[in-house]
């Protein structure tokens, strides 16, 4: 091809995927300028025909200026992988100027040093955004013996249809499931029963693009969540296990309402949101990045999201006096231990047991695995498949 | 009153002026927290019918642990001014989370230190927010002289009516009239005529609340702008001058949308905007704060302001072929000066004149007056009228 060539990084093409699969839907491309204001200011995309769409992650793809200088005068470019295979033309190209800060502060609400995505793909990234029309010249596969796991939004609607579901809910997800997590699944398809429906199907999605070094690795998390469905936790008749493939954020508030509009492009209606999500420390000061209720309150006031019926998260934690993880009961606040992500990887890492009842043995065995590999391995972190 | 007691400061007073006179309509009252984050997230507000307005500022009083205390078990509170005086009532009222560096990210797009109106009135605030309906007790007056410049929105609506207006095109300012202002304006005239309006009124609204330190003083610039309708430069026929009490952000395209939101309420259907509306240097880095185009690109799409004829600013300058202010011509930019505000400044403090036919004389002599009363007092800056 003679089109200018722009190398993609691993969280690119990440984009590239969710892009090409209608994740983003009506966004097909890379954001052109327009796109990303709207997504920075407004969380949402107006449309031609006046309707309003929620979007509230810019996905942009970063040039510098020696590769701007390199495209200068073409329409389109061409998007090749790490072993510079050609993944994608980017056709009616508009390059516009990319600020980082400004982007940073409007993504996150705050500039804070060691965002994890901020440190991965921003950072060091050009001063340059190139927006288009993508055009995937084949589909992405990651050859990690996952890409079974890996549905389209169309492949899951396919799905939710032969399966003959009235209602899909969703849960999002980056970490192991515990039997918090599964109590809040089965009692949310028990409230979707009551309401009448009668065939509602779990879309169990964890998300498998970028995550931060300390998170369970996905091929990890996938094979803690076979086990959980395994151990019948979760019952496989009415749950589907795929692969979101979109790199996260870690954005709180603004990222939640992606999480559930990329959701609904797959056809699910109701979404479940937790506490904080996708929260984290905040990387600086000894607190939250984000207030634990503001996920909930800005994704139920969303422009674009109308129509989705959201699902409150009941606190779950472990009781000690039925030993096992219940709705947290505030008339016997000493009754329930909190579990903290922290301590159940301490936990792991140590090989000490959670107490009985707080996540199948199974699920837990594959944790203490990987917490093994880990410190045979001892880089830190058992590398991620690279797409290919 | 046995209410508990909120002092206000300068800038908590000029909002009460805002929110008593309907220019932020529908908001009434300090916001609420779900105003508070739909306009941090969405710049808009959806209201109970599901329609939407154009919401982008904060308007948020802030109170400290000690007044939280205070107030804890009110449903009400008193505002009072800095002498004690009760103010307004605020009603049915909300205390939540003040998280000033989320709040600055999010509206500024930036959190580096120095910006005007964080240090002024954020930097140093309390970590909670009260949000609630207000009721004013009687008209905010300054008694500075200028209080009969200061109408409502309801009041110029009815100025309008009388002079029997077609179209009501706003111009925004926080700086002294010179004659590119005064080419846009009468341009845009000469636009809305053409377009078929028989009787287009100018509503030449500067900003009357806290500016920036290195700004003309709001008495100044009434005397200058008093100047340019005495010497002819605009028609005070078809000119209603009249202050707009808002306080000044400089949050750039996200500022840009209050002040056009406002003019919409004060019965405006035409916006002029010009180049980097709302801006200002970055306060650490060598370059602006924002692109110059962002505003006008931002309001072109903001949620809310779909029917505002927004008219874009031609960059004017001093054509020194002919001696005055023109639009720029491209093909001979050689002909062309570009005088800064900070170039104009410069002059004035020196006593110098700026070349024939950038400001009209009286209005040049006013500013001048202005910097010798600067120099004589030495204050660095001649303090404005405080509200009683």
Redesign the interface.
Known sequence: MGLPQIKLSRIDLEWVHVLSEGWASPITGFMR??EF??T?????L?LGD?S?VNM?LPIVLDIDDSQKNRISGSTAVALIDSADNPVAILNNIEIY?H?K??RI??T?????PGLPYVEEAIASAGDWLIGGDLEVIEPIKYHDGLDHYRLSPSALRAEFEKRNADAVFAFQLRNPVHNGHALLMTDTRRRLLEMGYKNPVLLLHPLGGFTKADDVPLSWRMKQHQKVLEDGVLDPENTVVSIFPSPMHYAG??EVQWHAKARINAGANFYIVGRDPAGMSHPVEKRDL??AD?GK??LS???GL?RLNILPFKVAAYDKTQQKMEFFDPSRPQDFLFISGTKMRTLAKNRENPPDGFMCPGGWEVLVEYYDSLAANDSGRVPEPIPA
């Open positions: 300028e327009s204001l709207q920075l200011h407004f969380n949402s107006r006046g309003v509230s100027k600020n800060e400004e502060a409007r996150w609400g705050t500039t804070a508030p603004t984000y207030d503001h309150k800005v006031m969303a422009p109308e």
